[in-house]
């Protein structure tokens, strides 16, 4: 199934989401109370809901600089235009790396990193630049963060 195809949803898929989001650990006996409908007709849902591909994982919202992780890049990647893809699929599994896009403009990819000190983002620029698919960088240091968070409000 194509991953751009859009799920339709109806009211309970999205409340389901929408509580999904909020607490992803919510009990759908609990949900389901709540919204009047069965456990079952919730625990289908869920399981269409994943198997569509709206629901990819669950996973914690973590407040990274509490794990030392307290400097936050944007790099802009120049690549060679043959190799945007292998160079996406390779940064993409860097352990700092915590968004890849792909883009247009002046800069091919996008690239959002946390690291615990400039030392290390310095690393990573050093070995990013001896990739020779990459043309050139252009970095930005995140020095305060207003919002963040990957979770978008279901309408």
Not at 23 to 34: F, I, K, Q, W, Y
Not at 57 to 72: E, I
Not at 82 to 89: C, G, S, T, Y
Not at 140 to 149: A, G
């Amino acid at each position: 199934m194509s991953s751009k195809k859009r799920v339709e949803l109806d009211d309970v898929d999205k409340k389901l989401m929408i509580e999904l989001l909020r607490d992803a650990r919510t009990s759908l006996r609990r949900l389901a109370e709540e919204m009047n409908v069965s456990p079952a007709t919730l625990h289908n849902r869920m399981n269409r809901l994943i198997q569509e591909g709206v629901v990819r994982g669950f996973v914690a919202l973590l407040d990274y600089t509490k794990l030392g992780y307290t400097l936050t890049s944007i790099i802009m990647v120049k690549v060679d235009g043959k190799h945007i893809v292998e160079f996406e699929k390779e940064v993409a599994n860097s352990p700092n790396v915590v968004s890849v896009y792909d883009v247009v403009g002046d800069y091919d990819v996008i690239l959002i990193a946390k690291f615990r000190d400039t030392e290390e983002l310095d690393t990573f620029l050093k070995q990013l630049l001896k990739n020779p698919r990459v043309e050139r960088t252009f970095t930005s240091i995140v020095l305060n963060t207003v919002k963040e968070d990957p979770r978008v409000r279901i309408i």
